[in-house]
């Protein structure tokens, strides 16, 4: 399945399974990647300003991916300050928004519910 964006768009980039390998994105953003196997987790790295609102949806099964999607975000210490595993009953894919309290980097995860992964276990996550 091919996804036509008009954001800026990023290829996900290993190592990033733990907060302080997470790959620096922009916002906006798209950025394509992959469970590329199991236990795989893809952290993302956001500088943001207190009180900024971002919008994060993965787009994975509505593309033909086999990935059940979760998204969390994390704060500087590691704590997780949002997460979300379905969007509506009717897909696998996630989606949050999310507002700084305090300017600073925060970190984006998403990972395959079950911990699968694989060359069709493909997203793209929007910000």
Same mark, same amino acid.
């Given at each position: 399945?091919?996804?036509?964006?008009?954001?800026?768009?990023?290829?996900?980039?290993?190592?990033?399974?733990?907060?302080?390998?997470?790959?620096? =994105?922009? %916002?906006?953003? #798209?950025?394509? *990647?992959?469970?590329?196997?199991?236990? $795989? @987790?893809?952290?993302?790295?956001?500088?943001?300003?207190?009180?900024?609102?971002?919008?994060?949806?993965?787009?994975?099964?509505?593309?033909?991916?086999?990935?059940?999607?979760? =998204?969390? %975000?994390?704060? #500087?210490?590691? *704590?997780?300050?949002?997460?979300?595993? $379905? @969007?509506?009953?009717?897909?696998?894919?996630?989606?949050?928004?999310?507002?700084?309290?305090?300017?600073?980097?925060?970190?984006?995860?998403?990972?395959?519910?079950?911990?699968?992964?694989?060359?069709?276990?493909?997203?793209?996550?929007?910000?």
């Amino acid at each position: 399945m091919l996804e036509v964006t008009d954001l800026p768009l990023a290829i996900e980039a290993e190592p990033n399974d733990k907060p302080d390998q997470a790959q620096a =994105i922009s %916002v906006p953003q #798209a950025i394509n *990647g992959r469970m590329d196997g199991p236990n $795989d @987790i893809d952290s993302y790295a956001i500088t943001m300003k207190a009180g900024q609102t971002v919008r994060c949806e993965v787009r994975a099964r509505r593309n033909g991916s086999s990935l059940d999607s979760t =998204i969390r %975000v994390l704060n #500087a210490m590691g *704590g997780v300050i949002a997460t979300n595993d $379905d @969007i509506h009953p009717s897909t696998k894919d996630s989606s949050l928004v999310f507002s700084a309290s305090v300017d600073g980097v925060y970190t984006l995860q998403i990972r395959d519910l079950l911990n699968r992964g694989g060359p069709t276990f493909g997203y793209i996550l929007t910000v």
